[in-house]
């Protein structure tokens, strides 16, 4: 079953214009249909594979309007691409100008971008429900964990 993601106002035309410079060219028609129906949308909890053994989520869509400023903001950001998605963690999922893939970049982790999806579409047709269920540690797999004694939580 495919994750929901909420239909969103299109973003204004003087928005996508200002990307399009930022870009230097045309959006990409997937990139283009997906925004205008899901712009800076915040899907229901999810999970998608990053590589072989890695899982992420699609915290919330990024904005046509947001997607302008990012890549110039965010040091290390890939160039020729457009900022897609943001996780939990402040990484971000990202649609490639050159090849029209989504790829994940992790903030933390120097060297080449993983490869999520070759499309937009797929990328959406391969974000799942979240199911704390399946989350399944292997014996030896966390090997420590450390907790701040000072941290004390509020709850209301």
């Excluded at 990139?31 to 053994?53: K, M």
């Excluded at 963690?89 to 080449?112: K, P, T």
Aim: with cysteine; proline share 8%.
């Amino acid at each position: 079953m495919p994750v929901a993601i909420p239909l969103m106002p299109e973003p204004s035309k003087n928005d996508i214009a200002r990307l399009e410079q930022a870009i230097g060219g045309t959006l990409p028609l997937e990139y283009f249909e997906f925004a205008r129906t899901h712009n800076g949308a915040t899907p229901e909890s999810n999970s998608i594979l990053i590589g072989t053994d890695n899982e992420s989520g699609v915290r919330c869509f990024v904005s046509v309007a947001e997607a302008i400023s990012l890549v110039r903001e965010i040091e290390g950001f890939p160039r020729q691409t457009i900022p897609l998605a943001e996780d939990d963690c402040g990484n971000y999922f990202y649609v490639s100008l050159r090849s029209g893939g989504v790829f994940f970049w992790d903030h933390e982790i120097a060297g080449d971008d993983t490869k999520v999806a070759s499309t937009l579409t797929e990328f959406v047709s391969a974000i799942a429900p979240f199911d704390a269920s399946a989350v399944k540690l292997a014996p030896g797999k966390v090997t420590y964990a450390w907790i701040d004694p000072t941290f004390r939580p509020e709850f209301d």
